[in-house]
């Protein structure tokens, strides 16, 4: 049975990260090691994870960011695969279990999830808005990038063969990977909600002016020379059109509606006939002069 390194990267996170600790430890699968990166935490997060003691592995940094506390926590992990958990997330005790049995022989993995969390009125599963792909999906993940970290499981090997996370992505460093991953390797996934994904207004991936200008750099490294879509270019729209249509969305949940007008307005410069970025772009300009209610 090999070595599954579980590893949760935590930055001030507190107020959930002993759930997810807890989550890691109660993994039905027996071969696995916890590996917790506190990236400067200035809270709390030290102490809950010293009242663990010998049960998980600490790595301390100085803050630098998730990116580079994935990396730090990979190089101290000992296992032939790597799992992914963000401090704010929870996987369901099978979770490990199911998906070394299901995609074990796969050199990376996903699997469903469901959203969860203060920004949303109710739970959401991954797969109803979000089609799960497998196989070799290089084409549709240069179009949005689909594969939930917390989801994850991979060879460490291969990990470290393609450089890790990039931290020049803050908040995304996930996707240029998994398109460098995917570029020659295939992606299973497992049909199974064992992953609930944590959506608050606080969240990363809601902070749309700086994920935009990020999602931007990463379409133009994949599309340029050398880069993995080089041989797609007619996506390469209907990858702008995806990201500008994401950030508006995220935009809006966080009441920024002069953001979410210009990125809807975007979007529809590469689809003109999109109905939901017309409906967005209308409720993002009504918001802005008082006629539609704020959150």
């Not at 630098?64 to 992990?77: E, F, L, T, Y």
């Not at 929870?90 to 996903?110: D, T, Y």
């Not at 084409?139 to 291969?158: A, C, D, G, P, Y």
């Not at 994904?197 to 991936?205: A, E, G, I």
């Amino acid at each position: 049975m090999e070595l599954v390194s579980v590893v949760i990267p935590a930055w001030n996170a507190e107020k959930y990260l002993r759930e997810a600790v807890d989550s890691a430890l109660a993994q039905s699968y027996p071969a696995r090691e916890i590996v917790v990166v506190d990236d400067g935490s200035t809270d709390g997060t030290a102490a809950i994870l010293d009242s663990y003691g010998d049960r998980i592995r600490v790595v301390r940094q100085a803050n630098a960011g998730s990116a580079a506390a994935c990396n730090a926590g990979v190089s101290a992990a000992r296992g032939d695969w790597i799992a992914f958990l963000d401090a704010d997330d929870v996987w369901l005790p099978e979770k490990l279990s199911r998906q070394v049995a299901h995609c074990g022989q796969a050199p990376i993995s996903h699997t469903d999830s469901v959203c969860f969390g203060d920004a949303l009125e109710q739970e959401v599963r991954r797969s109803s808005f979000e089609p799960p792909y497998s196989g070799f999906v290089l084409e549709r993940l240069l179009v949005r990038n689909f594969i939930s970290k917390s989801t994850v499981m991979m060879r460490r090997n291969l990990y470290l063969e393609h450089g890790g996370f990039d931290t020049g992505y803050p908040g995304v460093e996930d996707w240029p990977l998994w398109l460098d991953v995917c570029a020659g390797n295939e992606l299973a996934y497992l049909p199974e909600v064992v992953v609930r994904y944590r959506v608050h207004r606080k969240s990363k991936s809601m902070e749309s002016r700086k994920t935009m200008r990020d999602h931007l750099r990463i379409i133009e490294r994949a599309f340029g020379p050398g880069g993995v879509g080089h041989e797609y270019p007619k996506l390469r729209s209907r990858a702008l059109h995806s990201s500008y249509t994401i950030n508006s969305h995220y935009a809006a949940e966080s009441d920024d509606w002069a953001w979410s007008a210009y990125c809807a307005a975007c979007a529809l410069r590469y689809a003109p006939s999109d109905r939901q970025a017309w409906k967005s772009l209308v409720r993002a300009l009504l918001a802005r002069i008082g006629f539609v209610a704020r959150r």
